[in-house]
């Protein structure tokens, strides 16, 4: 257990539906990352968040996804009009930040299935 | 932006054998190379890393070398046990942003 946790395990959704993940990081992390897991492929970044700020997205990130981190603590990521593509897994992943602190901790996933 | 390669993709060792994973990367920039393992259903979990200003670092069974000017790096475990059995990514890392390769399949036969 790294000390990042993700709500919920597993989703199930049908096509076209919205569903948000949640992230909580270990606490005294400033840095918060989100990443698309495909099978048999390494963690894709998508975007990245430093305190409450969203500094970096990927073009991966397509207007249907949005993250938040309202408050510099937990962290959600929304899926809207969800298609069959978005299946993967969506991984978390917190730093402490600062020079030579980019050790990164990952979450467990959720694991999200679009039918 | 960066490319980083893993090779192999599967790797199968006899339990007390050694086993070897290269990575390449691109970007000269990149400066940190963390190694991840993963096993099924969990997240990647940090096993070693190595910085661009050291060649060489050991934790106990578990090595990891870099040749900056050549643009590898690689794992290297010892006396492998089957719980070493799981999915390695090797990742190069330039300021913030994490480019991992694309994975290593390691089984440990008993």
């Known amino acids: 257990d790294t000390g990042v946790s993700q709500d919920p395990r597993h989703k199930i959704t049908k096509r076209g539906q919205n569903v948000t993940f949640r992230c909580d990081p270990i606490s005294e992390h400033n840095r918060l990352y989100w990443y698309r897991q495909t099978l048999g492929q390494g963690p894709e970044f998508l975007t990245y968040f430093q305190n409450e700020a969203q500094l970096e997205k990927s073009r991966l990130l397509s207007d249907r996804f949005s993250a938040e981190r309202p408050k510099g603590s937990f962290s959600t990521l929304e899926i809207q009009r969800t298609e069959q593509g978005d299946s993967a897994m969506y991984l978390c992943?917190?730093?402490?930040?600062?020079?030579?602190?980019?050790?990164?901790?990952f979450g467990p996933g959720t694991r999200l299935t679009v039918l | 932006g960066e490319n980083v390669e893993q090779h192999p993709s599967t790797l199968s060792v006899q339990e007390g054998d050694s086993a070897v994973i290269k990575c390449t990367y691109s970007d000269s920039a990149s400066n940190y190379f963390p190694w991840y393992k993963q096993e099924l259903g969990k997240g990647p979990q940090l096993i070693i890393d190595i910085r661009s200003n050291v060649g060489e670092k050991k934790d106990q069974r578990i090595a990891v070398t870099l040749n900056k000017t050549a643009k590898h790096f690689s794992l290297h475990i010892t006396e492998t046990q089957p719980e070493d059995s799981a999915v390695y990514f090797c990742?190069?890392?330039?300021?913030?942003?994490?480019?991992f390769g694309t994975g290593t399949s390691l089984t440990v036969i008993p």
């Open positions: 992943a917190s730093s402490l930040g600062g020079s030579g602190n980019n050790e990164q901790f």
């Open positions: 990742a190069a890392v330039t300021g913030n942003q994490f480019y």
